[in-house]
């Protein structure tokens, strides 16, 4: 939250789609930020906060709709700047008296645009911009100027720069939108007088001296998955309070292949106490003969906590129990009256079994590329800090139905290979998530002379900001090929191989 360590830009999110790629944009240039409901904050609360700049998000909505946000006119007398974002802009406007119409033809994608470049906010005359507007602002409050125009609208920008009022309706957080982070950056720097004193050196500081004043000659309790998360706050934590930290490793067996050897060789040699509980058997035996994909889970994630608890209840009381949460956990949007929140899914439901005094979230102000940027600092392997997403339950929900020994094998051997072909091709950090899936079907195939009937694979690999929607990876034929040719032949019981072309929605990135 904010607090006097450094500077702070208010994001107010009316519900648009971007509300937290502004925020990462924001926080690139070296500010933070974070992004709150606009309906939840009173004037009061906005100005106890201090920012020193506000941006308005875009928004679904148009500002005549009944049930559109809207927002105290005061804001705009706080003397804090304020840069308006699509709707953002449209209701600056309109809330200081200038008008709103419906575009003649919408503006939706990559349009021309032409910029004023005496405004603080634009160096160029012209470029692209990413538009996505069905109304626009087609009237200016008393005391704006227009600062941008297109074909199809004739206020693209504007601005009152006495007043450190600026209105955008195209995106410049969106990439398509040339120059659009230069934009975020002089608004930041030019208007709001941001120095940029958000970086990570000075994060691991300030959050390790929080983390010792905080936790003084108590214990620590860390579940620790090997997921990047909990690995960089396991590293600051161990640089805070060194062996006071105890890290429970539950190793369910269904980690790929290799990785529960990997997870404790990387965290052998450090200063705490490190635990790794072998617990296959455990969860085996809780799932034979279950195929269902919601009991599955809910067996794996019940069987984890018990297991969890028995290793905390060896230790005894402990103070804290440290979670990897990271801000997009815990980010709530603005769309609509209920406010969602999406909760942590690794370790939910830990704290009502352990015995503990508080919690600490030592990463719960940070994106995943900060997050990623916090473990370098802090020196932890690039195999740690670059690791893909990876769900709770592992490898569990990539076997279709029952789970067997034999299964556990065969998606652990033809995963490896895809993974090895993927860093092999340099295609290991553009594709956000990719993985292998064994179906349960069967199929005839023909190999050497005889006929066969073995499982088919199916490889996924999607690319995605937010792991919300994700579109599926163009992956080259020709890296498919080998990891098709490889996995059939190097694998026992795969006969056929297939590559998943959904995105995501309809399809959810994981199989079950
Ligand atoms: P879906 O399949 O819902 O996955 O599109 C979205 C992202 O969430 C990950 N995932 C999980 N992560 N515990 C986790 O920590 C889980 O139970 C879980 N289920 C899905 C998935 O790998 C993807 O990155």
């Known amino acids: 939250m904010a607090n006097s360590s450094h500077q702070f830009v208010l994001i107010l999110d009316f519900g648009g789609q971007y509300n937290q790629l502004i925020a990462r ?5 070296g500010v933070y930020c974070e992004v709150r409901p606009y309906n939840k904050l009173s004037m009061d609360d906005i100005k106890a906060l201090n920012p020193v700049g506000i941006i308005f998000t875009g928004g679904p909505n148009s500002v005549y709709d009944e049930k559109s946000p809207h927002i105290d006119k005061e804001i705009f007398e706080l003397g804090i700047p304020v840069l308006g974002i699509c709707y953002g802009c449209q209701l600056m406007a309109y809330t200081l008296g200038g008008e709103v119409a419906t575009c003649i033809s919408s503006e939706y994608g990559k349009t021309e645009t032409f910029y004023d470049s005496s405004s603080a906010l634009f160096e160029s005359s012209n470029g692209i911009s990413w538009m996505s507007h069905t109304d626009y602002v087609s009237k200016l409050p008393s005391g704006f100027k227009g600062t941008a125009h297109t074909e199809n609208c004739p206020f693209a920008a504007m601005e009152n720069a006495e007043k450190k009022l600026y209105g955008v309706q195209f995106h ?7 120059n659009g982070i230069d934009m975020l950056r002089s608004f930041l720097y030019n208007v709001c007088g941001c120095v940029g004193d958000w970086t990570m050196g000075n994060y691991a500081q300030t959050a390790i001296s929080a983390i010792k004043e905080k936790v003084g000659d108590g214990k620590v309790l860390l579940a620790l998955s090997g997921g990047v998360d909990s690995s960089v706050c396991a590293a600051l934590l161990s640089k805070a309070v060194g062996n006071q930290l105890t890290c429970i490793f539950v190793d369910h067996g269904f980690m790929r292949k290799n990785e529960g050897d990997e997870v404790e060789a990387a965290f052998k040699d450090w200063d705490i106490n490190f635990i790794r509980v072998n617990a296959k058997d455990r969860f085996m035996a809780r799932l034979t003969g279950v195929s269902d994909p919601e009991t599955k889970r809910k067996i794996i994630g019940e069987e984890f906590i018990r297991v969890f608890e028995a290793e905390a209840k060896k230790i005894g009381k402990v103070d804290f129990l440290a979670q990897g949460t990271i801000y997009p956990d815990i980010i709530e949007s603005g769309a609509g009256d209920a406010a969602v929140i999406k909760s942590h899914h690794n370790v939910g439901g830990l704290p009502d079994y352990v015995d ?14 900060e997050t990623r940027k916090l473990g370098e600092e802090l020196g932890l392997s690039p195999t740690l800090v670059w690791r893909q997403p990876f769900p709770g339950p592992g490898l569990a929900i990539r076997i279709i139905g029952e789970i067997t020994d034999e299964k556990l094998l065969i998606l652990q051997d033809a995963d490896w290979i895809f993974r090895e072909e993927i860093a092999k091709a340099g295609l290991d950090r553009s594709i956000n998530q990719y993985f292998a899936v064994l179906t349960s079907m069967r199929s005839v195939g023909v190999m050497g002379d005889g006929r066969t009937y073995d499982y088919t694979l199916a490889l996924r690999g999607v690319t995605t900001t937010d792991f919300m929607t994700a579109d ?3 992956i080259p034929y020709d890296v498919l090929e080998t990891c098709s040719s490889r996995i059939v032949n190097e694998v ?6 297939v590559y998943d072309i959904t995105t995501k929605p309809p399809a959810t990135i994981e199989w079950e």
């Open 25 to 29: 944009r924001v926080r690139e240039c």
């Open 492 to 497: 026992k019981s795969i006969n056929r191989v």
């Open 356 to 369: 503990f005094k508080e919690i600490i979230e030592p990463l719960r102000l940070l994106f995943k590329d």
């Open 172 to 178: 410049p957080e969106v990439n398509h939108t040339q």
């Open 472 to 474: 599926f990876a163009k």
